[in-house]
């Protein structure tokens, strides 16, 4: 199956992808891993990304899409593939399903992940992720047995740059002026199913595999 998840920024977008993509036995592609990934690794791509991922602004579609391109044809993403945070404007959609086309597929559906806003900026603020193995955690609502340390794997939690205040509001400004219209884009495709993201992780992970389920029939 090839899965696109849309949502506002702390939606629980990186969360769900895991045990959706775990679910379906495909790998989940996250964009803005990737762009972190590179900047931890100190290489061209993560020095060039950082600069816009601070700001709170989107990197510029040709790197992204060039990023995307490589990375859907990889062996693993042939049968299907879940991907996080891609694309993120029409334009990057548009250049997704051409990109598909050109493999002969397309998207099966798009998940759009509905918070309201109040609770999307209670999720960022509290987000921390691991150095090490990357998982994500809420002081609050998804807090490790002991502060700053991450349960999975004993790594130092951290909390992300553009996690601070002034940068989440620029975020959901791009999310509203940029993201936001592919909720229309895949509407009109006849792909979209919206998902109620509130209440515990598990519940929601249920209520999109049951879109999911809902859309294979
Ligand atoms: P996104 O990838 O959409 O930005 P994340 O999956 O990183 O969102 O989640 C943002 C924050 O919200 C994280 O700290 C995560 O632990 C927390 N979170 C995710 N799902 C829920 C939920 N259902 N209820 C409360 N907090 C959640
Ligand atoms: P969140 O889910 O919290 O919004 P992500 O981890 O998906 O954050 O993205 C973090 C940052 O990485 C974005 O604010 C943006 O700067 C960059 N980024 C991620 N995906 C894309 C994309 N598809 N196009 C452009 N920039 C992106």
Not at 20 to 41: E, Q, Y
Not at 61 to 77: G, N, S
């Amino acid at each position: 199956m090839r899965v696109v998840l849309v949502g506002p920024p702390g939606a629980g977008k990186g969360t769900q992808a895991q045990f959706i993509a775990s679910h379906l036995s495909i790998p989940k592609i996250s964009t803005g891993d990737i762009f972190r990934a590179n900047v931890s690794g100190g290489t061209e791509l993560g020095k060039l990304a950082k600069e816009y991922m601070d700001r709170g602004d989107l990197v510029p579609d040709e790197v992204t899409v060039a990023m995307v391109r490589d990375r859907l044809a990889e062996d693993d993403a042939q049968e299907g593939f879940l991907l996080d945070g891609f694309p993120r404007n029409v334009p990057q959609a548009e250049v997704l399903k051409k990109m598909l086309a050109e493999f002969g597929t397309a998207l099966d559906v798009v998940l759009n992940l509905v918070v309201e806003d109040d609770e999307v900026v209670r999720r960022l603020a509290g987000r921390r992720t691991c150095r090490s193995c990357g998982k994500v955690w809420h002081v609050l609502f998804d807090p490790p047995a002991v502060e700053g340390v991450c349960d999975a794997c004993g790594g130092e939690l951290f909390q992300r740059d553009d996690d601070r205040e002034e940068t989440i509001r620029r975020r959901l400004e791009v999310y509203q002026e940029q993201t936001s219209p592919l909720i229309s884009f895949y509407a009109d495709e006849g792909i979209l199913q919206g998902v109620d993201a509130t209440g515990p992780v598990e519940e929601i992970t249920q209520r999109a595999m049951s879109a999911l389920r809902r859309f294979a029939d």
